[in-house]
């Protein structure tokens, strides 16, 4: 019982999500996948400009 | 029966300085200085601290001070929600008050993150040099220098230390699953030599003993620091160094919870029959951040073989019976207890399903949707440096920059609760006494510590009440005391009557 319960939920908590590789994907998916898509588009203003060199300069002494 | 789970993190952020002076200690003290110059009225010098006027100016350097010097003399701050923010080696480093109940915790967490955010834009408005301070949340700098996110739980003292090894070692390694922070590429040498497209745990790699009293050198698993900030005839302080800093709150909700749960049925004998020891705990927490299948066998010590997923769902399955028979006051809140659980259990079945489902809950699987996206779109391999500059910028505290702040990750505390986390104390811990003095008599504090607080009253030598008990000077223990007093003689007074 619990373990039917559990299934169900897991199925509706996939459906929430812009999982690619299931076409079949629902009008929520899709919209998930849409947002995912204007992120991308957003990404690379966001990213600094030099990724490279970004990420050279990133650098921090270990701690704890 | 277990004692309450009370816990904490402590998280070290990574701290960049853009422009100007490099230098990560100056750049800690400037930060936390800030915040609390202008965000806490009275700054409460931690125990160990030999105050000195002269050291608050240090990060705002007026028109006539000295220009800023390389700190020899590190900044350590209590707050009057009861944590410690601080400069520890060359990090900020914020550390929550102890709460009660791993949903507590998740808001101090949060809480922590305000509290650096908060400073980046205090630091922007006392430093006139054009220097600009960003604060990453996460745990390497992805060239082999690691730094650290430490969970604490609150453990009874009559469980031998080898109980509590042998216990948690399985747990921490297989736990990434759902508590890694995930990281594009490796910084040590893999197992087999090959290179590391994406791995699920930002930490993993650095640990090379299974149990040890290091934290900085040959990391291990299970550290042994003993140093229980309460008293040492009843407890235990767990002090965990094997976590990623999670930005996902689901993530560090089951981190903390489930955690709590293993220690609890530790306590109560009540872990799974089956004996989990790993054959070599060091390779298996290699193999699980390296395996993104989440298929792959672990060696047991028995000789059998179990998958990262098939060790958690023993421990999930010992711990719904312990829950059914035994309750789940040791976890502080029933409740809580029991969201632990549900979550527990619908995570594992989807990791088992259909992994990426879980891109708003856990934070391996956000980065990792969000890295397979972007090489989707570009076609870039994963040696580009813009994934590895997402990855750190997933990480990234401004606003404005983060990357995971742009996700629609799930919430399990409000804007408001975290708003409120940072100036109130937890109320069932003794952090509300600690908070609540800093905030009603912050000029009769003079330090704080975990078990104590030292009051000037301004006559007398200086005293001291100690706090021994994490699970005394609550809200309820105190709250009439602290109403009554009118002072803070009043209150020593009424403390020793």
Redesign the interface.
Known sequence: MAERE??K??AS??T?????DVPAASAKGEK?KA???D??D??DE???DN??E??R???????? | MAIPKVCGIET?Y???VVGGDPN?ITASSVLINAYVHEMVRQRTGWDFEDESPGNDARGAPGPDALPPQVETHLVNAVLTNGARYYV????P?FSTPECADALECVRYDRAGEEVLVRSMEAAASTVADGRTFVV?KNN????G????T?ENYLVDRAVPFARVAAAVTPHFVTRQVFAGSGKVGAETATLDGRPVDFQLSQRAEFFEEPVGLE??LKRPIVNTRDEPHADSRRYRRLHV?VGDANLCEVATFLKVGTTSLVLAMLEDDALPQRVLDLADPVRAMHEVSLDRSLARPLALADGTTATALAVQWELFGAARKYADERGLACMGDDAVGEEVLRRW??VL??LE??P?????QLDWVAKL??L???R??HGCGWDD??L???D??YHDLRP??S?FA???TERLVTVDEVARAITEPPRRTRAWFRGQCLTRWPDAVVTANWDSLVFDLGTDPLRRVPMMDPLRGTAEHVDELLQASTSPADLLDRLSS
Do not use: C, W
């Open positions: 559990l299934k939920k897991t908590e996939r929430e999500q812009p999982v690619e998930l947002e995912l898509d992120l991308l957003e990404i966001v990213l600094e990724a490279e970004f990420v300069n990133y650098v921090q002494k270990g701690g704890e | 070290e990574g701290i960049h990560p520890d080696h060359a990090h480093e990453y390497s700098d992805g060239k220098n690691s730094y650290g430490h934290t900085t160094i259990e619908g079945h989807a399903t259909d990426m489902s879980l891109a708003r949707q969000l397979e996206a972007y989707d779109r440096p813009r590895a500059a997402m750190l910028q404005a920059r990357l742009r996700l629609d």
